[in-house]
Structures are given as C-alpha cells and as structure tokens.
Nanobody, 123 residues
C-alpha cells in the first residue's frame, strides 16, 4: 500500500520551466517503477514519462521528449518531473503513479495514484 502526493504545479508562462515532485509513503519505494501521466479537460489521460526502479531506464511520450526529464531519489522516496520549454498544450492535471517491477505506458498498468497537481501554461 503506497500513498503518493504530487506538488509543484502552478501557472507558468509559455516557454517557462517547472519541476513537479511526487512524494511516496507506505511502501518500499524502490520496489516500484514510477510514471507521470496528465489529463487535460475533455481529453483522455495520457502517459508522459516513466522511470525504472533504480532510475536506469526512462521512457517518454513523443510529445515531451527532449523537453521533460523524469528522475527519482530513492533515499527521499521522491520522483520528479522537470519540465522545460513548456507550451500551452502541456496544460493539464499531472498525476504520479507507481507500478510493480517495470515501466508501463498505460494507466491500467499502475497500482497507485496521487491526487494530481494542476499545471497551467499561459500563451
């Protein structure tokens, strides 16, 4: 049983940067691969980025590749999403999620979810 709490979402200008954090508790953090998803109004939830248990592998959606970086600090039980060169189309609620063993790119593959944090990019 894992609890996840996202933070860091806010209003940011087009082209700006933002770092989201997700703090985990209630389990062994290194047992889980972690992912970030996002959902914009009227849109389906989509995969953004994933990271393996010890950070050795990462996976990114094409839409964010080269702009976003996922990382983790297992000593702090925290996963991060560094977002650079933000665009209005990045506006969404961003969710942190945990999954056993390995990275998945579909939401159905994840076991635990945070409450989400709002990121708004102004044009």
């Amino acid at each position: 049983q894992v609890q996840l709490v996202e933070s860091g979402g806010r209003l940011v200008q087009d082209g700006g940067s933002l770092r989201l954090s997700c703090a985990a508790s209630g389990g062994t953090f290194s047992a889980y691969a972690m992912g970030w998803f996002r959902q914009a109004p009227g849109k389906e939830r989509e995969f953004v980025a994933g990271i393996s248990r010890y950070g050795g592998s990462t996976v990114y959606a094409d839409s964010v590749k080269g702009r976003f970086t996922i990382s983790r600090d297992n000593a702090k039980n925290t996963v991060y999403l560094q977002m650079n060169s933000l665009k209005p189309e990045d506006t969404a609620v961003y969710y942190c999620a945990a999954t056993f063993f390995s990275i998945k790119t579909i939401s159905e593959g994840y076991n635990y979810w945070g409450q989400g944090t709002q990121v708004t990019v102004s044009s």
